[in-house]
């Protein structure tokens, strides 16, 4: 229910560093299957990029109304 800037980082860390940060990450804090379905906000159905952490932001930061973009 609610978005944040931290969302967008977290797409990028499961981006970048998967065994850490991906699905079955070793981080405790790593993302969930729902946390990366939900994550996919950019064109819906392509699978997470880094569009959508950019998404994020811009919801973050008010420059679009809603998502998805």
Do not use: W
Not at 4 to 11: A, E, G, Q
Not at 45 to 61: H, M, P, S, Y
């Amino acid at each position: 229910g609610i978005v944040s800037l931290s969302d967008s980082v977290l797409i990028m860390q499961s981006l970048a560093n998967p065994d850490t940060y991906g699905i079955n990450g070793s981080d405790k804090k790593h993302i969930t299957a729902q946390g990366r379905k939900n994550a996919d906000c950019f064109t819906v159905g392509d699978g997470v990029t880094g569009n959508d952490a950019l998404a994020i932001q811009k919801f973050a930061l008010n420059l679009i109304s809603k998502l998805p973009e």
